[in-house]
């Protein structure tokens, strides 16, 4: 009898232990390498690096205000009084501080705008990733490009599956995208893009 029990019980616990396997279902993508095959993303990049351009050719004016002005000072500075060689000291001094200033803040705001533009490309990743996990039973997706996966099965790896779910949405608008992206190929074509009023 008891070795029945025993047995009956070891049946229950392998059962329980494949239906909590199936309940907890998992899968893995790398999110970076899925991000960088977007097209929006090349997009993003060409809004960033004309944005960081305009940040620089600022900080060149700037610098090339400073060394003008420099140069004139140390062409001039044995004519001048103590108080306008003073003045003109501070001067350079004040416009040193703002460059400075400026290119720490153009740093902040570089970022700023970066993450601005990547938003909504992780934001269409992210849908389609979950649409895949709900559509395939998947409880929990691990970002293998966080390098927190010690083991996983290529069955689980749904890359494929999420790049093909990406075709058929609409492209993510990219903030300051003069052209705005390409659907993928198989893209509806009311892809949520807003109709002329009166159409």
């Known amino acids: ?4 029990v ?5 049946v229950a616990f392998t059962l329980g232990t494949c239906t909590l396997a199936q309940a907890q ?3 893995h993508i790398s999110l970076d390498s899925l991000i960088t095959t977007m097209p929006e993303s090349k997009t993003a990049q060409e809004v960033a690096q004309k944005y960081l351009k305009d940040l620089e050719t600022q900080v060149a004016t700037m610098d090339t205000e400073l060394q003008t002005k420099y140069a004139d000072y140390m062409k001039n500075k044995d004519t001048y009084s103590a108080l306008v060689a003073s003045t003109k000291e501070t001067e350079l001094q004040d416009l040193n501080k703002r460059i400075e200033d400026f290119k720490m803040q153009a740093q902040q705001d570089y970022q700023r705008k970066y993450g601005e533009l990547s938003k909504p490309i992780y934001d269409k990743a992210k849908k389609a990733i979950d649409l895949v996990a709900k559509e395939n039973g998947y409880k929990y997706v691990l970002d293998t490009s966080a390098g927190v996966v010690l083991y996983s099965e290529a069955a689980d790896d749904i890359f494929g599956l999420v790049t093909k779910k990406m ?3 609409p492209a993510a608008q990219i903030p300051g995208a003069s052209n705005p992206v390409k ?3 198989g ?3 009311s892809s949520g893009a807003p109709k002329p009023a009166g159409k």
């Open 167 to 169: 075709d058929s949405m």
């Open 1 to 4: 009898m008891k070795t029945l």
């Open 25 to 27: 279902k998992i899968a």
């Open 187 to 189: 893209t509806p074509k």
């Open 183 to 185: 659907p993928a190929p």
């Open 6 to 10: 025993k047995s009956i019980a070891i």
